[in-house]
């Protein structure tokens, strides 16, 4: 009886890390090269920010007029401190009684900083400038985006108490009323609710 043929198995090369610096040693070196570059770019425009902001905290800290301000929004305009001096100098303005300055001022920062962490007050400001400026329409309008758009703000009860206090200068004291309801409801127990209850009180007599 003949005995079956042998099969020869021939075993797979396994990883040679040699072979494969040679082979590939170019693109490897290419590739490390540029995530160097990479990382090292980032690193440093991480380090240009904290620099940035920590400067920019620093000159708004040390501000107190309105040439401080305008340093603070020129020389880092891309930092919430530099939104920030958009606000202190735009109510200086007002307090100097240029409401056209400052209004156009807090039109230029709500349109650059969309995500500034105060710009609902940004918005309150504006309409309240603008109701000082006879602009009673423009102004409610405003105030009424204020509450609704940024209803969890700190400025969102003073938009609501602002937007009845104009419908009632218009007679509109159905409308002031259900504002003051909606006051006297979301904000139980705080001092602006004590006072909506007290202003439609007033409305109802």
């Known amino acids: 009886m003949s005995s079956p043929a042998e099969t020869t198995v021939t075993p797979e090369p396994g990883f040679d890390p040699l ?5 590939h040693r170019t693109k490897i070196m290419l590739f490390t090269g540029l995530f160097i570059v990479a990382a090292a770019a980032y690193g440093f425009s991480e380090w240009t920010r904290a620099r940035a902001l920590a400067g920019a905290q620093e000159l708004l800290a040390a501000a107190k007029t309105g040439d401080d301000y305008r340093k603070v929004i020129a020389e880092f305009p891309a930092t919430n401190a530099a939104g920030n001096a958009h606000l202190f100098l735009a109510e200086q303005l007002r ?14 920062f709500t349109e650059k900083y969309p995500e500034h962490p105060l710009l609902s007050g940004g918005w309150t400001s504006l309409a309240a400038n603008l109701e000082a400026q006879g602009k009673a ?3 409610l309008t405003i105030y009424q985006k204020d509450s609704t758009s940024y209803s969890a703000s700190f400025s969102a009860p003073i938009a609501l108490m602002a937007q009845a206090r104009l419908l009632k200068a218009k007679g509109k004291n159905e409308e002031a009323g259900r504002i003051y309801e909606q006051v ?3 904000y139980d127990k705080s001092i602006i609710a004590e006072q909506a209850a007290e202003e439609n009180k007033q409305l109802k007599k």
Do not use: M, V, Y
């Open 184 to 186: 006297i409801s979301r």
């Open 95 to 108: 307090k100097e009684g240029k409401l056209d300055e400052s209004t156009a001022l807090l039109r230029n």
């Open 19 to 23: 072979a494969f610096w040679i082979l």
């Open 137 to 139: 329409d423009e102004a």
